[in-house]
């Protein structure tokens, strides 16, 4: 959300689960000049924000994070702030990613859950934290839901890689992620093979509410 404010932005919210965000509140208030707490903590069941009071929603990594239980709540509330037109932008990591990067390990989030977290317990002292704190879902599930709450999406994954060149602060694999860009800028047959890869990288999505100009589902 500062970078937002960075890049011009006025009127900002931010929220999280848990944590002391007076750091961040402080900035707002010293740097962007704001006379109350942009940064609040968020239960899961109720954005602390009016009915269509929002323009934007900006949920970036932020999906593997929500529990089950209030899964459907975050994308209702989401729609209820959103206001007509409003635009909800996700960037949702998901179990087809082969490389996890909050485990560091390959593929074993294939696996079920339970199965997935006793392999971890093996190599990782963090489990509780990871376990309490880490819910990958399919992408499919992340579609059904944008669509159910807030409207038919755009996928903006492959314009995504095709825009990122720099890789120096990339978390995962360097060589992999030039070699997916390389792959995807391939001359006819670039466009089929970023078609097919597009199911094993985080997954974005931008949805104008009720209409608009993405209206196009994928």
């Keep these: 959300m500062l970078v937002m404010a960075a890049l011009g932005f ?12 007076s750091a961040l509140n402080r900035i707002c208030r010293k740097v962007f000049g704001h006379d109350s707490d942009r940064f609040r903590v968020y239960d899961g069941d109720a954005l602390p924000l009016p009915d269509a009071s929002i323009d ?14 209030v899964l459907e709540s975050y994308y209702r509330e989401e729609s209820r702030v959103l206001k007509q037109t409003g635009i909800a932008y996700h960037q949702v990591p998901h179990r087809l990613v082969p490389y996890e990067s909050h485990t560091r390990t390959w593929f074993l989030h294939y696996l079920p859950r339970p199965i997935f977290i006793a392999l971890l317990q093996l190599i990782r002292s963090d489990v509780p934290v990871i376990e309490s704190h880490l819910y990958l ?3 499919w599930r992340h579609k059904k839901l944008v669509r159910r ?3 038919p999406y755009r996928n903006l994954t492959l314009d995504r890689l095709k825009m990122i060149r720099k890789f120096e602060t990339y978390d995962g694999p360097r ?3 030039r070699l997916i860009n390389r792959t995807i800028d391939l001359p006819v047959i670039g ?3 970023g078609a097919a890869i597009i199911w094993f990288v985080q997954i974005d999505t931008v949805t104008v509410k009720q209409g608009g100009p993405y209206t196009k589902a994928q």
Excluded at 10 to 21: M, P, S, W
Excluded at 56 to 69: G, K, N, Y
């Design 10 to 21: 006025t009127n900002i919210y931010g929220v999280d689960i848990g944590g002391d965000l």
């Design 56 to 69: 934007i929603v900006l949920s970036q990594q932020v999906l593997e994070h929500v529990r089950p239980a």
């Design 137 to 139: 879902r399919w992408p």
């Design 149 to 151: 709450f807030i409207g």
């Design 175 to 177: 060589g992999l992620r």
């Design 191 to 193: 466009g089929a093979l």
